[in-house]
């Protein structure tokens, strides 16, 4: 039995310390630093992944040249859901660790139960250890999918966990959740720095030694990011990001690191009674409620990662009947409104300093896209004067301080996405124009240099 030994640890960021403090030095939190027990026993004890059978066989390594070395590109598993095929690069890479982090009720045990009944050529083991099998059961029965090979384990001691794993031999494991499971090999209580992160290495050995792909699922903390120590993230291959709000329909799934692939794509789910329906279309289904007759609407064609959408932007200007006027934005960074209401005020002639201003992403879209600046302008105008923008036409530019539409990435996707959806014609920037082929598609471009031609375009 080795030396029981203690020390600090952060349970905000993870950072650790011989002595307690008030204050984290990593973070600056106040009164997060925990005592753990770090060590319980020797690290070769049994019960650990295989520990009792790699001592002492592990081979050395040596430098190798670069040159030399052999490289064949990884086969990937089809998962059977497209859109988290999208997010992974094209699927899950054998022997790789996934964390997948979200609000409580986002939806992430629904989709990981959904990739486990979907895999029926696979053997697969879904760990729980914060549900029932009756309740697992039961979200099986509502997602009506079946899967003969489908294994259901209810355990939080990985050294039990381990056992299952080594008589069942799984093609695919996932973890639910990795802040329930404990070690025994570390004293301190589940969810824990030291035992979020003992667990973490287990994982993640068998995973590489073995070339079965994990899965786990992570909780998040109050300011959004996953909870446990920051090690977490660097431990694993990818983290994908489960967003959405819980009142709305639409679910994103985003990539904020991914060791074979992009991190630049998203998926988009809808949240249905019988599961998560793929989104294949999203600009489609957001611009399905749009009333073209009404004033305050304009269409924006925005990039979510390298995926085009069309989204719809409402806005609301009525006079202030309460002294200082309001400034409101879902969906859209409100300090780029206020500017961007400026702009209109200064550069264009309009008396927005006694109106209110409303604005709306539809959807409960959460953008930060400059591209959307020209149809936010537009939409504020229209409502300004109560004349709608015809339902053919949609944005695409950044509008400066000085009144100028400036140029945006990637427009040739942002046409294709608007001539798909049967839209006739677009306002860009004159800058776009200059390199782009313009009669191979079939919309028409109106570009322009500054926001008062396009004002002018619209609205006469």
Same mark, same amino acid.
Request: net charge negative; aromatic share 6%.
């Given at each position: ?347 264009? +002639? #309009?008396? *927005? ?8 992403? =539809? $959807?409960? @879209? ?5 591209? %959307? ?61 200059? +390199? #782009?082929? *313009? ?8 570009? =322009? $240099?500054? @926001? ?5 375009? %619209?609205?006469?």
């Amino acid at each position: 039995m080795a030396k029981l030994k203690t020390l600090f640890f952060c349970q905000n960021c993870g950072a650790q310390s011989a002595k307690w403090l008030g204050r984290c030095a990593s973070c600056g939190e106040w009164n997060t630093y925990v005592e753990e027990v770090i060590q319980k026993e020797d690290n070769s004890a049994a019960g650990s992944w295989k520990a009792s059978t790699t001592v002492g066989t592990t081979k050395a390594a040596k430098p190798r040249v670069i040159s030399e070395i052999h490289f064949e590109e990884e086969s990937r598993f089809d998962t059977n859901d497209g859109e988290l095929n999208r997010v992974l690069g094209g699927g899950l890479v054998p022997g790789s660790l996934v964390l997948i982090g979200g609000e409580p009720g986002i939806g992430k045990s629904t989709l990981m139960l959904q990739i486990a009944m979907s895999l029926t050529q696979m053997k697969v083991l879904y760990i729980s250890g914060e549900e029932s099998e009756q309740q697992i059961k039961m979200r099986a029965e509502r997602l009506g999918e079946q899967h003969p090979n489908c294994y259901i384990l209810t355990e939080t001691n990985t050294q039990n966990i381990f056992k299952q794993i080594d008589a069942l031999q799984p093609n695919v494991v996932i973890v639910d959740s990795i802040q329930t499971l404990h070690s025994q090999l570390v004293e301190s209580g589940a969810g824990s720095v030291s035992q979020v992160r003992e667990c973490t290495q287990e994982l993640l050995k068998y995973a590489k030694e073995t070339g079965v792909p994990v899965l786990l699922i992570g909780h998040i903390t109050k300011d959004g990011s996953i909870a446990g120590p920051k090690i977490l993230e660097h431990m694993v291959d990818t983290v994908l990001q489960f967003e959405g709000d819980r009142h709305l329909s639409y679910r994103i799934l985003r990539t904020t690191k991914n060791r074979f692939g992009s991190t630049s794509e998203l998926g988009i789910y809808e949240m249905q009674g019988s599961g998560l329906r793929q989104v294949s279309n999203p600009s489609e289904i957001l611009l399905s409620q749009r009333a073209e007759s009404l004033s305050g609407m304009a269409i924006g064609a925005t990039l979510e990662g390298n995926r085009p959408l069309l989204v719809e932007v409402q806005a609301l200007v009525t006079p202030a009947t309460y002294g200082t006027p309001q400034r409101s934005a879902t969906g859209f960074d409100a300090k780029r409104l206020q500017m961007l209401l400026a702009v209109l005020e200064k550069r264009s +002639g #309009l008396r *927005l300093g006694q109106h209110d201003v409303f604005l709306n992403i =539809a $959807g409960g @879209l959460r953008l930060d896209d400059p591209a %959307l600046d020209l149809a936010v302008c537009a939409a504020v105008v229209s409502s300004l004067n109560d004349l709608p923008i015809r339902g053919e036409v949609c944005l695409a530019a950044e509008v400066g301080l000085s009144g100028e539409i400036r140029a945006v990435s990637r427009l040739d996707q942002r046409l294709s996405e608007a001539e798909k959806l049967g839209f006739a014609e677009m306002y860009i920037s004159q800058y776009n124009a200059r +390199g #782009l082929d *313009l009669a191979r598609y079939g919309i028409r471009v109106q570009p =322009a $240099g500054r @926001l008062d031609e396009v004002l002018q375009g %619209l609205f006469g």
